[in-house]
């Protein structure tokens, strides 16, 4: 019988939750990076760079609304529900022990939000990020052809303050993410919701761009932190992925996320061996862009 | 609001169910492809290859308990229940068409199989291939290292009619999977098998192999064939790859089963881009080894 | 091996969903009953009553948010997710046969609500009804303390568009349910509405009421079949539980739900018994008022 | 908005799972009850029993194999798989804070239980019972009509100490059922097992039996006691329903299960409408053995 034990087996929810605000308090700078599903969790906790005698590795899990719906070839409106999206974190947490921030859309109505917050408590996640965006939500990295409605500060502040009056544990974080630059509203409309939400209590706040430069949101940070020095910030840097994560962190952000790219990354290597299986009419000649069998035992304990 | 209809919404399970029968009946032969997500069944179901004027496309789907169990980061050994299974299948048919054959690894305990058939017919899977392994199951592409015990004929024999006698539809199927070669009881233990579990009711007979030469599971076919001209046969060319499709279907086999490579395509990919960003402290470099964004709006339909 | 033969096993998604059509062009009016739970499903299916030589039976099964949300302890506001409530009537059609008739609340978004039909034809319910209010749901039996707000005509009309065009089989129905009476907007308003809903492709029509007195209903149903003799109209005699299904089904309805009593004649009975545990020390005082173990036996096929 | 508080709400796995320890620490018995839902739960909560100035409550949850197969309309052979009773769970944690003694039935096999004991540590489960029985599961209470094989007493310490060995809290609790006095193998060999597993770092034993008179389980308390006086002894008085909790807590039980009565007394109540809303056409004849629906306002935090 298997008695190996992974280390990720002996992690509880409530070490796991409590994890993120123990790194945060420990380095300047956290990288966390998009899981999708169990395998690509084991596989961002086991990843590892070597640099200059340090190894460097990833701090968590992003669980992002966008591939967890695309990887349902589902649309990104919140029609995955939450529900769904934490029995699959359920079975990441099985196996792994990084920690994990969710990407919890608009929170949906307040009255639902708290009750999802206690149920994210007891999964054992750290932090669910909501975004100030009301009505049929549709995914900020697609323009504005669809239009979109920002809540009124005085809305989105009460939903804050309704989740963070329901959460049950002291270290589970409430984030709120302002969309204000995305639909181009201004960045004082953007810095005057940053305040506003934290004085109601988000306990990180996150800016998102759409624009190629990483200029505006190292403008917002610079502004936050005049009046906010310590409240986490938190950046995205899809449309931005030429600035480096040090000179994100050096700009004030204290967690970095790459939203989507382990499903981005997985959907061409499958798509491209299936033309050549329908011509060869067999595997052999895409058999060298696949895992070997003999991998999976080293991955999964209790394989062999 | 999203009217567009994915021709796979129109699918109910029972038209479903019935499509892998009807597709016996129309070709000599059918190509099944593994599939482990609603995302990789999409990508299957809209992968091509022309050749000679003629479009060649996948004829259904494989839902595998290795692939199942390794995206959980579980050991294949019947941890992960059909049950959860199951409901990963229900999300893979919201989004498409083709038919499915269901791995049941060993079917488990008689009274338990026959409810899971009934609620595989429920579902839509028009196929369940089951193993006369007993004890906890291994993979068998793992070797014999982990030794694995044959059901007796008559034990297994009686299994293939419980399930027949509980299933309601006159469509679903179920295959026999011999272990006999893999377990190196001999050819004529096989055949034997293969006799007898036709005769019990199994409306398919799978025979399996490790070896490098498809010669054996040829040998098979010729001399089942020799008995039985009709019933289909179904071969998993995993070790064997360099044998063709047509030559399989040639040597008499109505199905093969390329049974694991989405997910094994995904794997090196997803780590690839790992230690990259983690080097460069950004995507910048992975990002022409990921889908773009924009893609995803033509994938999901409902996403723009 | 119990290969005992349910006569609810039989059924398939697809003769399930069909037969509630079936039995409204057999029948005059049928009698929906309240099913929360398996159990409560086979009480239903099995109930009887002889009459004259003649044997009364209920028709099928109401799925009610109501009853699903208070069995979980949760309020009624939509807090329970569909998908959540489907899981539960998928087990409730592993053991039965009867058709059933799904609570669909407000139905949702539009956007979600198209996806949420298929998955219901999918499942085998044969029937949902949607209502025409809109913001956080509040259940109509508490009356009007919290501010409840209608769904504009064109706007209700519309979802019943969209949910129609979204439905892939021909025997789905979807009703729409109109709150005009209770939140005291009026029988012209009722009336109108009814009349705009059918057009728009409405299945069935209910019609709701919190009067003691069926008065209003009766004179709802007068006048609406002087316009449409023929569609199908639905009431919930929970207030006015004085008249009769005879005098319903004289008096212009199809279908007479009963919504809830399953669940409320569940509670006082597992109330009672608590105490009288607590005082005693044992359940000897109790035995009387639960079913034996040996009941068991013959409720449940495969048993013993 | 409701921002009332149940106090379940406020209560994390790891308290939870802790509770049950601390209860054994601070009173010489706990009395457990049945809860198959959360609603039965919230009951069992809340319920309370005045006797001399003092106020009796229950200690806590039992969940029950033969009552959730039975919920389901399934047989209690474990085809109701572990995660669809954990899913059930979860959803009587979400309103409740009691402890919760889960029944473990067989444990499965050793391989499948380590991951199981990891998932019920992270739900917040207090403590698993599991059976030293082998082959298909029957219930005990049936009798001896299906032949039923023990497990031997090195194959089931085995089973303990690989599930001991993978818990990775300090306060989850494996208990060991003994079948022998139900299968007829002997006072000693009841003995003989829970001294092994004792040893084998049973964290309590339960001791079975069918008889109507007590008289077994409270010698082998006896002789138990005076090897081990401080191992949680359990006890479930379904047959022996006249001896009191006190006698049996003096007799040397630390807890003390009713097993299945609150399902038991859901079934007659459901029952008996039945007829009577089929004799009458209407529920008016059965409203006084309802819940009134008010009281679910009461009972449902949220609902007002």
Redesign the interface.
């Known amino acids: ?3 190996q034990r992974n280390s990720g ?6 070490s796991r939750r409590a994890a993120l605000r123990q790194l945060l308090q420990k380095k300047k700078g956290l ?1 966390i ?1 998009e899981a999708h ?8 906790e086991k ?3 070597n ?1 200059n005698g340090e190894t ?3 701090d968590g899990f992003w669980s992002s609304s ?1 591939t967890d ?11 995955v ?1 939450m ?2 999206r934490f029995d699959a974190i ?2 990441i ?4 022990t990084l920690p994990l921030i969710f990407d919890g859309d608009t929170g949906g ?4 939000l ?2 999802h917050v ?2 994210a ?2 999964l ?1 996640i750290s932090a669910m990020i909501i975004e100030d965006k009301t009505g ?1 939500k549709k ?1 900020s ?2 323009g504005n ?2 239009p979109q409605t920002q809540a009124s500060i005085e809305e989105f502040s009460a939903k804050i303050r ?1 989740a963070k ?2 959460q ?2 002291p270290e589970f974080m409430l984030i709120a993410r302002i969309e204000s630059l995305i639909l181009e509203a201004g960045m004082d409309d953007a810095l005057a919701r940053a305040f506003s939400y934290a004085d109601a209590g988000a306990d990180g706040i996150m800016i998102h761009s759409r624009l190629k430069s990483p200029d505006e949101i190292l403008e917002f940070a610079r502004r936050f932190r005049e009046r906010y020095p310590r409240i986490p910030l938190v950046c995205v ?2 449309s931005f ?7 994100l962190v050096a700009g004030g952000f204290n967690i970095v996320i ?1 939203a ?16 050549d ?8 000649e ?2 060298d ?5 003999k ?3 080293d ?6």
């Open positions: 019988m298997n008695t087996l002996g992690r509880t929810p409530g990288c990076m599903s169990p395998l690509s969790a084991l596989l961002i990843a590892a760079f640099a460097r590795h990833f966008l719906s695309t990887l349902r070839g589902k649309p990104d409106t919140e029609l529900h529900h769904h359920n079975e947490f099985d196996v792994t109505q307040a009255e639902h708290i009750h206690r149920e408590e007891n054992g049929l995914n990295l697609f052809e669809v309704a009056a329901a049950v544990t840097p899809t992925n030429d600035i480096t994560f040090d000179e790459y989507n790219h382990m499903l981005r990354a997985s959907y061409p290597a499958m798509q491209a061996i299936l033309p299986i329908l011509q060869y009419g067999r595997t052999l895409v058999e862009r696949c895992m070997s069998i991998e999976i035992l991955l999964i304990p209790g394989t062999r």
